[in-house]
T-cell receptor, first 116, second 112 residues
Framework: AQSVAQPEDQVNVAEGNPLTVKCTYS??????LFWYVQYPNRGLQFLLK??????LVKGSYGFEAEFNKSQTSFHLKKPSALVSDSALYFC??????????????FGKGNQVVVIP | DSGVTQTPKHLITATGQRVTLRCSPRSGDLSVYWYQQSLDQGLQFLIQYYNGEERAKGNILERFSAQQFPDLHSELNLSSLELGDSALYFC???????????FGPGTRLTVL
């Protein structure tokens, strides 16, 4: 089965500094990878995805992610963090089944705290 | 706002009871997914429907069932509730099965 791992529980970063949230994946075949963000008492918001093509994927709110096949990683990045970026971030991989079903397998999530 | 709506927002009930959670997908989306988020299990896939048909099952208990109606809204039925069923239940939808999933705001279920 496809899976992702988010090795850190919490990421603390000062406002204005670069933000990186790590994700590694384990898949058979080509990975379809996603990042979602969850704000308190809200649902998950889609940030970006990698299916094929450029290894650097640009997404919403200034976020981008770098796909690295040799390191089986898909780290989320933002050049300059904002206090409003404080939230729970989830990496996910698509587990494509026989009927083309499309379940997502999520990592445990990373709490990001941006310090003013 | 993703365009996916879920009702109710909060639900408090007792052990042994049965509840129904409702989800309306984004306009035009044919596929609906249900996920459970709990502190100990994280985010787990429960079940998927596509245009009214069940397409995939994940870690869904036998006490739980779901369906997707002709107007494409979906309901998740949870019965014989236990304390451990307390969680946030998310619905997501996508245009086709391989597309990006967009999540609703969730229903927070508390079983007392």
């Amino acid at each position: 089965a496809q899976s992702v791992a988010q090795p850190e529980d919490q990421v603390n970063v000062a406002e204005g500094n670069p933000l990186t949230v790590k994700c590694t994946y384990s898949v058979s075949g080509n990975p379809y990878l996603f990042w979602y963000v969850q704000y308190p008492n809200r649902g998950l918001q889609f940030l970006l995805k990698y299916i094929t093509g450029d290894n650097l994927v640009k997404g919403s709110y200034g976020f981008e992610a770098e796909f690295n096949k040799s390191q089986t990683s898909f780290h989320l990045k933002k050049p300059s963090a904002l206090v409003s970026d404080s939230a729970l971030y989830f990496c996910a991989v698509r587990d494509l089944g026989y009927y083309g079903n499309n379940r997502l397998a999520f990592g445990k999530g990373n709490q990001v705290v941006v310090i003013p | 706002d993703s365009g996916v709506t879920q009702t109710p927002k909060h639900l408090i009930t007792a052990t042994g009871q049965r509840v129904t959670l409702r989800c309306s997908p984004r306009s035009g989306d044919l596929s609906v997914y249900w996920y459970q988020q709990s502190l100990d299990q994280g985010l787990q896939f429960l079940i998927q429907y596509y245009n009214g048909e069940e397409r995939a099952k994940g870690n869904i208990l036998e006490r739980f069932s779901a369906q997707q109606f002709p107007d494409l809204h979906s309901e998740l039925n949870l019965s014989s509730l236990e304390l451990g069923d307390s969680a946030l239940y998310f619905c997501a939808s996508s245009r086709e099965q391989g597309d990006t999933q967009y999540f609703g705001p969730g229903t927070r279920l508390t079983v007392l």
